[in-house]
């Protein structure tokens, strides 16, 4: 295991740094008078941290002035958002992904490694350390440089307690605090989610202008998870385990779901599903142990068999969809994932139940479509939320 290159923060240094970024981000200039107001923090801790900040180039303070009349005017403390960079990470079921990225969200280094993060979770955060070394080496800059840290993992994460709570997936991440974790190893404020959390935000980030207040991303993989942006705002729920829609059970189906109920749409939509499908249809004489490869999913479309067995998939998950849809009444549905590379046939097949399924008001309401970003929604995300523990939402 890498050795961390910073010894471990205090969790106070660790609060006490968040909370002077996100007032600073909120207010934009604050005397240190003004900032030991807002956060209840002490004035030498107000004087540390932002002695701090200003060390690490993330913040500067204006001169005290003398001022006509009544004595000095006190010094300012603003951020320097064009300075700061942050670093995110999009944990896969088989991958990690780092990346620095600044403040407008551009990425400016990555690395990515493939290994089992189900079942490793010592090792994928040693890797994630390389990874983050690597990532920083890309874009040219030292650790230093970085202000916040956010990353997506694909399980549930409970929000009253920072740990991960994941029956069927993660088992081996149970009770493990990821935000700790990575606070340990890089000595910043670290902001965690789940995955579709992080692709609704990375969705958001990149809609193309389009503000998009009510919005449901589904990450359509192994499992099948949406993340929900209602009114502007990400939704958790009470307990942070909010869009578990690939447990939705679906009528008139009874395949075993690794939840243990039967019935779920993820145990008859997933992609491992699918793949077992086609494999079964474009490459008839095998048996289902059998390692089929097969092209890419979106080179797929052309064929018509493929393509009915995608069309299935979609009819399937638009099933799921279509009661959100009467629901929530959002603007926007966004298919990621690996299934979402489908394209075409999986999209007309969501449509079709949607439109048969959900109120006519609300299915017309609603425009649904694959991801623009590929499989980078989740980094993206990320990316958005460490942007936002660094200088604030904007
Ligand atoms: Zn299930």
New binding site residues.
């Given amino acids: 295991m890498t050795a961390p290159a910073h010894p471990a923060p205090s969790a106070r240094r660790l609060r006490t740094r968040a909370a002077l970024l996100a007032v600073l981000g909120e207010h934009g200039a604050l005397s240190r008078a003004e900032i030991s107001r807002l956060t209840g923090l002490s004035r030498s801790a107000v004087s540390s941290a932002v002695t701090d900040l200003i060390d690490e180039g993330l913040a500067g303070e204006t001169t005290a002035t003398a001022t006509t009349g009544r004595g000095r005017r006190a010094a300012a403390v603003t951020l320097r958002r064009a300075h700061a960079l942050v670093l995110a990470f999009d944990f896969g079921h088989t991958h990690v992904t780092a990346a620095v990225a600044d403040t407008t969200g551009a990425v400016l280094g990555e690395a990515t490694a493939h290994l089992d993060v189900d079942n490793h979770p010592r090792e994928v955060l040693a890797a994630a350390r390389t990874l983050a070394d690597r990532a920083l080496a890309a874009a040219g800059h030292p650790l230093d440089a970085i202000a916040a840290v956010a990353a997506g993992i694909p399980g549930a994460l409970d929000t009253r307690t920072n740990v991960v709570r994941a029956p069927s997936t993660l088992s081996q991440w149970i009770g493990m605090d990821p935000a700790a974790e990575l606070g340990r190893l890089f000595d910043r404020p670290v902001t965690v989610g789940n995955d579709a959390e992080m692709g609704a935000r990375g969705e958001r980030a990149h809609s193309g202008g389009h503000a998009v207040n009510d919005l449901i991303y589904v990450k359509a993989s192994t499992g099948i998870g949406a993340g929900l942006l209602l009114d502007g705002r990400i939704y958790r729920g009470a307990s942070g385990i909010s869009g578990e829609i690939?447990?939705i059970q679906l009528p008139d189906t009874g395949t075993w779901?690794?939840?243990g109920?039967r019935g779920?749409l993820?145990?008859v939509a997933s992609i491992v599903e699918v793949r077992r499908r086609l494999a079964h249809v474009l490459a008839p004489g095998a048996r289902p142990d059998d390692d089929v490869d097969l092209p890419p999913l979106g080179e797929l479309a052309g064929t018509p068999a493929a393509a009915r067995v995608i069309g299935e998939a979609g009819r399937t998950i638009g099933r799921v969809l279509a009661d959100l849809v009467n629901c929530l009444n959002p603007a926007a549905i966004v298919i990621g994932g690996e299934l979402g590379l489908a394209g075409a046939p999986l999209i007309n097949g969501i449509r079709e139940s949607v439109d048969r399924y959900a109120q006519p008001a609300v299915a017309e309401a609603v425009e649904i479509r694959a991801s623009r970003l590929g499989l980078r929604s989740e980094l993206y995300g990320a990316v958005d939320a460490a942007v936002a523990a660094a200088v604030g939402p904007d």
């Fill in positions: 690939g447990h779901c690794r939840c109920n779920c993820e145990s």
